[in-house]
């Protein structure tokens, strides 16, 4: 059977090797922690339960799809709710919204606490749903990088609207140019930090994003967010994927412009195809060092990192949900700090995860399990240490006006994520949490293909590629490097 090596056990790894393994491949996962997941991990502390990084799931139909493709049900091994309410909203001078999934009572509610007409509302998420199904065929489900996904009915038709989709103009300006209420303008400029980019700078067609909450709706995975990682990782196991982890793969093996297998820390591997899922950044500095590198992939602006405070809380709120969102009074500012300053303003938007919300068992009785997050820069050599410190005092000051609290009393156990531990837990380049920033509207062009063109059998999974970062992305990037290997027939049916 020929053999596959996939480095890192980041979700996408894991994807790919279920994929493999349905094309018939002896699958092999170097793992260079020693547990799956990457930057979907869990922690516990003080009778407390965190997911440490992403907390939002949207699209779980990618998910379910790797245990359809192994005539496996889904719902036997991976279960997941829809919420009803997307997010809470908050604002410093006490407005308050609750985002339906619902878009009609979505918009009749916006519509009422903004200000806005309703039908403008209405049309706003109609657009956003065309410039998803015009786009996503085309820019996230293929590779962007063969002439045969050009060479469609479904790019003819992007192409001949292009004027729809906003790529002219930033976020900030489709938004602007759509409502008057600042507060549904910052609401809807959110969604460009789902890709870690700034809505000043990313272009309008990221107004498709809210399309992907409000029409396909958000989800709460049983057991948490982890959950996904493990019932996958159990899947691919059962599948006879081998993992091996505390693996650190050093290099990657080319003879005669082929890949030929992978160097760790510990031994020398061989096969037919490696799929590297480190962030790919590292994969061409410390893998593929004597390798030509693609100078414009490696300089793209990279996305934002976060800074996060687990907090064991000893109060319920019952005011906040899964999602709650405390926006800032400057968003322009906050996101020129981001990126450009390359520091935190004084007035970070926050966001507040709470998960025992929805499975009671992750807090102990009476308290709830806070993941704390603001936006923040990459790992530029900043004194963390001190801009932990300011931001948390700043956190406190906000939630205890928003929230007529006094947080700090209510904290009962605490750690927390920094982007220099991001970069050290999971080798993503200056702790980005989805790779490059789609800060320009060529970025989609510039983000490394999935495959490699100068060295045969070498490709590339994971949020540092195309389509891009989050965990649906990392999905479709399994998909699309696997339907670019051929497949194996199976001896048996010779
Ligand atoms: P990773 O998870 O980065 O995994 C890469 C793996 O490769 C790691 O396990 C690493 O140890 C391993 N590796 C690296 N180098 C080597 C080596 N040399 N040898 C062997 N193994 C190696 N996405 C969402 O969809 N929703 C969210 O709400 C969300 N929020 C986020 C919040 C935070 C704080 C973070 C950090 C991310 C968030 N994301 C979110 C983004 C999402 O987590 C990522 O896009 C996705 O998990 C990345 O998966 P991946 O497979 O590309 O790689």
Redesign the pocket.
Same mark, same amino acid.
């Given at each position: 059977m020929p053999k596959a090596i996939v480095?890192?056990?980041?979700?996408? !790894?894991i994807a790919t090797s279920i994929r493999l393994k349905a094309k018939n491949y002896d699958v092999l996962v @170097?793992?260079? +922690?020693t547990y799956? !997941? %990457?930057? @979907?991990h869990a922690v516990e502390q003080n009778g407390f339960r965190f997911d /440490?990084?992403?907390? /939002?799931? =949207?699209m779980p139909q990618f998910v379910d799809e790797l245990f359809e493709l192994h005539q496996k049900n889904p719902r036997d091994h991976f279960n997941y709710k829809k919420k009803a309410v997307i997010c809470n909203y908050f604002w410093d001078d006490g407005t308050q919204f609750s985002a339906s999934s619902e878009q009609s009572t979505f918009s009749s509610e916006a519509a009422r606490t903004f200000d806005e007409s309703k039908e403008n509302i209405e049309n706003y998420l109609k657009n956003s749903k065309e410039k998803y199904d015009l786009t996503a065929p085309l820019f996230l489900e293929k590779s962007l990088h063969k002439l045969s996904t050009y060479l469609t009915k479904d790019t003819l038709k992007a192409i001949l609207q292009l004027g729809k989709l906003d790529i002219y103009k930033s976020l900030n300006d489709t938004n602007k140019g759509t409502f008057k209420s600042k507060k549904l303008i910052q609401l809807f400029n959110r969604f460009a930090t #789902?890709n870690g980019s700034s809505p000043y700078q990313t272009p309008g067609i990221m107004s498709m994003i809210p399309h992907l909450e409000m029409y396909y709706g958000t989800f709460f995975p049983k057991g948490g967010m982890h959950e996904i990682t493990k019932s996958l990782y159990r899947l691919a196991e059962q599948l006879g994927v081998e993992f091996r982890f505390d693996?650190?793969?050093?290099k990657i093996l080319v003879e005669g412009g082929n890949a030929k297998g992978v160097q760790?820390h510990r031994e020398r591997y061989t096969s037919d195809i490696v799929v590297s +899922? &480190?962030?790919i950044y590292?994969t061409f500095k410390? /893998?593929l060092s004597r390798q030509k590198q693609p100078k414009k992939v490696l300089q793209q602006e990279r996305s934002s990192s976060?800074l996060?405070f687990y907090w064991g809380i000893s109060k319920p709120f019952k005011e906040l949900d899964l999602h709650n969102i405390f926006f800032s009074n400057d968003y322009e500012t906050e996101f020129e700090h981001i990126f450009h300053k390359k520091t935190l303003s004084d007035d970070s938007t926050v966001y507040i995860n709470i998960t025992s919300k929805d499975e009671p068992q992750d807090a102990p009785e009476g308290c709830e399990n806070w993941f704390v &997050?603001v936006n923040a820069p990459g790992n530029h050599g900043q004194d963390w240490d001190k801009l932990k410190a300011r931001c948390r005092k700043n956190i406190i000051h906000k939630l205890n006006k928003c929230l007529n609290t006094d947080i700090e009393q209510l904290i009962v156990s605490e750690f927390t @994520?920094d982007p220099i531990d991001?970069e050290k837990? =999971?080798?993503?380049h200056r702790g980005a949490? #989805? !790779?490059a920033a789609s800060n320009s509207r060529f970025a989609a062009f510039l983000r490394h293909p999935n495959f490699s063109s100068r060295i045969k059998n070498l490709y590339f *999974? %994971?949020?540092?590629v195309h389509p891009g !970062? %989050?965990?649906? @992305? *990392?999905l479709l990037?399994a998909q699309i490097v696997s339907d670019l290997i051929p497949n194996i027939p199976c001896k048996n049916a010779i």
């Open positions: 480095v890192g056990a980041g979700i996408a !790894g @170097l793992e260079a +922690n799956p !997941g %990457g930057k @979907l /440490l990084g992403p907390s /939002l799931f =949207t #789902y693996e650190k793969v050093q760790s +899922n &480190m962030d590292p410390e /893998l976060a996060i &997050m @994520l991001i837990h =999971t080798s993503s949490l #989805y !790779g *999974c %994971g949020g540092s !970062g %989050g965990i649906p @992305l *990392c990037s």
